[in-house]
């Protein structure tokens, strides 16, 4: 039997933008935070236009989700590689300028699963596994920001 296809609400859409829009702020005030620890700068706009990018960017990104989500429903994580290549794409386009070399969006990615991560975890009720992804983490920027500062000196 062929299974149809059929598109998901457009409410679901704008929860995927949403869920987007506020990981993606968040991970990058985040990891703003964490480059001035480590005395680097990571080369930002300034916040009105990294505003009006991570609306753009995220918007793509809860498209990209409702569209994946529409054709296979149960894809899990694989269902997030797609729209996450969009963000990337989009902020390494608008900062090339800023002498980004990649690991800059790898970051936003990093930060940005952690932050979505945590966040599932805690509303859904494993605060032990948030609690993990947290301390699991916050250890790994310890490491970097460690290498970082070794670097430098």
């Given at each position: 039997?062929?299974e ?23 991970a ?13 700068d ?5 916040w ?5 990018l ?20 149960n894809?899990?994580?694989?269902s997030q590689?797609i ?16 002498d ?18 945590i ?9 032990k596994?948030?609690?993990?992804v947290l ?6 920027l ?8 070794g670097?430098?000196?």
């Amino acid at each position: 039997m062929k299974e149809t296809f059929v598109m998901l609400p457009a409410a679901d859409f704008l929860r995927f933008w949403g869920v987007s829009f506020v990981t993606l702020s968040i991970a990058l005030v985040l990891m703003s935070v964490f480059y001035r620890l480590i005395d680097c700068d990571l080369g930002l706009h300034g916040w009105a236009k990294e505003t009006v990018l991570a609306v753009i960017a995220s918007m793509f990104q809860g498209v990209g989700l409702w569209v994946v989500y529409s054709i296979a429903p149960n894809g899990g994580y694989r269902s997030q590689v797609i729209p996450t290549i969009f963000v990337a794409i989009i902020y390494y386009a608008t900062h090339a300028g800023k002498d980004w070399d990649g690991w800059e969006m790898t970051g936003i990615l990093l930060f940005q699963v952690a932050v979505w991560m945590i966040g599932f975890f805690a509303l859904t009720g494993e605060f032990k596994l948030a609690a993990i992804v947290l301390v699991s983490f916050l250890g790994a920027l310890l490491i970097i920001g460690k290498s970082a500062k070794g670097v430098e000196n």
